[in-house]
């Protein structure tokens, strides 16, 4: 069992940045798969970004548009989100999930991710 914790969430106003932490309790971190997904109230969940233990790093181009970078970090077991150029579009509860199928790429579907936090809130004003 893998438990995930994310915290940075906050208030931001348009054009900030906001980075998330998500600490995994894993010894064997390296090895997973993490993404990072969102859910704005009334919408699905959409994924954001994810590296894989590769370090191979896949993003949502329509959503992110090269303003987010995801990072990881094995010897903290944490992976990292930095979100630039904020919009309020951006407003949603950020969640950070794990995939221990080792696979070159991160995979893009919520449904191949095991482990979930509870999730952060991200809200951005105009």
């Known amino acids: 069992q893998v438990q995930l914790v994310e915290s940075g969430g906050g208030l931001v106003q348009a054009g900030g940045s906001l980075r998330l932490s998500c600490a995994a309790s894993?010894?064997?971190?390296?090895?997973?798969?993490m993404g990072w997904f969102r859910q704005a109230p009334g919408k699905e969940r959409e994924f954001v970004a994810g590296i894989s233990w590769m370090t191979i790093r896949t993003y949502n181009a329509d959503s992110v548009k090269g303003r987010f970078i995801i990072s990881r970090d094995n010897a903290k077991n944490t992976v990292y989100l930095q979100m630039n150029s904020l919009q309020p579009e951006d407003t949603a509860v950020y969640y950070c999930a794990a995939d221990g199928t080792v696979v070159p790429n991160p995979s893009t579907a919520g449904t191949d991710y095991e482990y979930w936090g509870q999730g952060t809130q991200v809200t951005v004003s105009s």
């Open positions: 894993t010894r064997t971190f390296s090895t997973y798969a």
